[in-house]
C-alpha cells in the first residue's frame, strides 16, 4: 500500500507509552472503523489521536479532491517521546526534593488507500 496522505501531532500531552496503547488498537484499521473507535474509547489519549486521525484525512482530501474516505486505511500509526514539560519539584522529607515530570508525545499517522 502506497501512503496517501500523513498527518502528526507534536508535543501532545501525555506519555508515549500510554498514547501507544490506544495507537495500537487502530493500527491496520479503516479511517472509520478507527474513528469509532477512538470516539468510544475512555482514554484521554484517544481524543488526541482523533485529532491526527482526522487531520490525515482532510489531507488526503486536500491533495486529491476526489479520493473516496471509505477506501482509506490507517497504514501506519507510531508515538516517539517528546521532550519533558520544564521541570518543578515537589518536596520531600529531610530537605530533598523529587523532579514533578510532564510528559510529551509526538503522534504520527500515515493513510494509505486500501486495495480491491
Same mark, same amino acid.
Given at each position: 500500500?502506497?501512503?496517501?496522505?500523513?498527518?502528526?501531532?507534536?508535543?501532545?500531552?501525555?506519555?508515549?507509552?500510554?498514547?501507544?496503547?490506544?495507537?495500537?488498537?487502530?493500527?491496520?484499521?479503516?479511517?472509520?472503523?478507527?474513528?469509532?473507535?477512538?470516539?468510544?474509547?475512555?482514554?484521554?489519549?484517544? $481524543?488526541?489521536?482523533?485529532?491526527?486521525?482526522?487531520?490525515?484525512?482532510?489531507?488526503?482530501?486536500?491533495?486529491?479532491?476526489?479520493?473516496?474516505?471509505?477506501?482509506?486505511?490507517?497504514?501506519?500509526?507510531?508515538?516517539?517521546?517528546?521532550?519533558?514539560?520544564?521541570?518543578?519539584? $515537589?518536596?520531600?522529607?529531610?530537605? $530533598?526534593?523529587?523532579?514533578?515530570?510532564?510528559?510529551?508525545?509526538?503522534?504520527?499517522?500515515?493513510?494509505?488507500?486500501?486495495?480491491?
Amino acid at each position: 500500500m502506497e501512503t496517501l496522505s500523513q498527518a502528526s501531532g507534536r508535543y501532545v500531552r501525555g506519555g508515549a507509552t500510554k498514547v501507544r496503547l490506544v495507537a495500537d488498537t487502530i493500527r491496520g484499521c479503516a479511517v472509520s472503523d478507527a474513528l469509532g473507535r477512538l470516539e468510544l474509547s475512555t482514554r484521554r489519549a484517544a $481524543r488526541d489521536l482523533e485529532k491526527v486521525v482526522r487531520s490525515a484525512v482532510a489531507n488526503a482530501e486536500n491533495l486529491d479532491p476526489g479520493i473516496d474516505v471509505d477506501r482509506l486505511v490507517v497504514s501506519e500509526v507510531y508515538v516517539d517521546q517528546g521532550p519533558s514539560l520544564p521541570m518543578r519539584i $515537589r518536596p520531600q522529607p529531610m530537605g $530533598r526534593a523529587h523532579p514533578i515530570i510532564k510528559r510529551t508525545s509526538h503522534i504520527t499517522v500515515k493513510l494509505a488507500g486500501k486495495k480491491g
